[in-house]
């Protein structure tokens, strides 16, 4: 396939978007060769004439003439131009659109030729305007606006890389999703708004007193009906064409207008200011998070407090959400891997999300999450594209570490920034031996993000890690696909091998023995199917409630039991906890079990320090475990937990000395008392797991919990609270407000 800057592009239809779309690849790429067709000559005309496009042809002269054909037209007769198009393109041509309706496209495509349905991506700029036509074209209309690529599934992952490149050139931030679920958002988003807008301006229009309604419009109608003045041809199509969508959203839409109406009838003014105060705050909520930032790690932000009322205990069953490490990885190399790789079960938290957004910077097309569904099409281990801004990770260490390694490696220069508290974590750990490696690499002072990375050439090295780390390990092997020659880490005790089990499953040699894993530089990967189990480390706060809650017995379903990770389940039952694992399977490479936890009375106990990888991120859990238990728990050599997402150590202290539980701190652990637990306020130092153990901690407590800067769950566990309180925690959150 030609590179996007040689082929050339031919786009039917000057007005407004394939106007602005000529305009903006002219001012991108002054030598790119475009040509258009367009029934209005005079828009041709101007084209030629402001040297935007080097010829106007015949339809079917662009089309054998053109290797990207982007059909600009309303979306009617795209769909009928589609099969004429088709069968004079070339071979090799790529075509798509930039309908606002992407069923009827889909529609028209069914009758393709296979081979040309592989090349047909259908496209969706969300940009657009009042005005029409090519006068009110502009080369910057889709900088900084969202570009919706809707792919088939039988597309070519080339094919979808170009067209997505394309609209990366003009600076639009692509995204793309599911045919139908782009018509049913588009549908509430933008269809029902200009519907609305037209018919307020046809009411008003009718009225006998028009001239003088229209001459006292103030602002608010101005602003409200911008809308009615669009296209009407277009829109004409879209309403036809997304029918039933928008009939189901009209019948909403309907239905909240008649409710309205009878509140205004019987003057119920205080119903009424509730409801408004209700959407005011939902849609000042909305602006925040969507429109004035800049990536979606900005959304924690918000204040959420978290309020437990004393005991409970859990019974039924449930099922956590995806795995984060996994659905981290499977991101990370379903986008260096050749083919289209598709994911179910993905965790769809921040976190997970800050990485997806990455990728999808670095010009890889990731469709969804729709219901834990994505599918990311592969650019190969040479196609990403340089970041046009700092990649924001969010909350996530092992985002930064692992792309840190893969970036390492890349022929751009790249820069990983975090939040708060992880621009307060040590990168050094990386940092180190990927210079070993030969990486351009800079930190911040002490070693802490923003990372800036410079692209270079990379060789394997033998590294032994001084401490056990996933992170470290993955980081240096991704970095090792890259490299030249081999690359060995050891780890001086077994951790999570999530990156080692996919690599293998993307068709990688990655050898583990002796104590170090191993892999060669130069491999290709080769897209996957994955199945995201339940994330154990979620599953883990539940274990401990059902364990610590007298006549509890609580049943969590598919949660991920690979053995690097078990830790919390060999912890729980040393200590006296009933815990039995069912329906033990094995999908996608991690095994996968039912586990069932009944109330025993637990006793504390020495942690054993090969644990404690094996459970390094459930100790805020463990720690509710063993205040709740009889006796003492000790837990030594756990250093780590000081630089995760907060002090997890003096974290827990504080908050279990809030609670009146004894305990003492050490440089690497803590000695916990068993006892009773009274109630009070505590500062989850906006870290998810101190969050979510406190929680758990209330169903043994005396007294109501409150739980401050709780907004990071989401990072790892969206739903947390509903999830929860359908088990039986009584919990109850609050957003806003002084937290
Ligand atoms: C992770 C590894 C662990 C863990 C983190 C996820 C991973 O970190 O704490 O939550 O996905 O590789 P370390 O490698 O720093 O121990």
Redesign the pocket.
Known sequence: MKALHDSVIGIVGLGLIGGSLARGLRKANPKQRLIACDANEESLASARQDGTIAEALSLSELCVQADIIVLATPPIISAELLHEVASVAQGEAILTDVASVKGLLAEAATGLDEAVRRRFVPAHPIAGSERSGYAAASDRLFAGRKVILTPLPENDPQAVYQVHAMWRLLGAEVLAMGLERHDQVLAATSHLPHLLAYAIVDVLAQDTQRDDIFRYAAGGFADFSRLASSDARMWSDIFVSNRDRILEVLADYSAELARLQKLIATGQREELRQLFARVKETRDRFMTEHFHTSSPAAAAEESVTFHLEPGGSLSGSLRVPGDK?IS?RAIILGAIADGVTRVSGFLEGEDALNTLAAFREMGVTIVGPDAGEVSIYGVGKEGLKAPRTTLNMGNS??AMRLLAGLLTAQDFDSELSGDESLNKRPMSRIAEPLRQMGACIDTAAKGRPPLRIGGASLKGIDYVMPVA????K?CLLLAGLYANGRTRVFEPAP??DHTERMLRGFGCEVTAAGGHIEVSGGQRLTAATIEVPADISSAAFFMVAAAISPQSSLQLRHVGVNPTRIGIINLLRAMGASIELSNEREVGGEAVADVQVSHRPLHGIEIPAEQIPLA??EFPALFIAAACARGETVLRGAA?LRV?ESDRIEAMASGLAILGVETEMYDDGIRIVGGELGGGTIDSRGDHRIAMAFSIAALRASAAITIRRCANVATSFPGFVTLAAGAGLRIREERGGDS
Request: glycine share 6%; aromatic share 0%; hydrophobic share 20%.
């Open positions: 490490s981290h260490g092992t780390s996933a992170q470290v993955s951790c999570r390094i991120d780590e995760k």
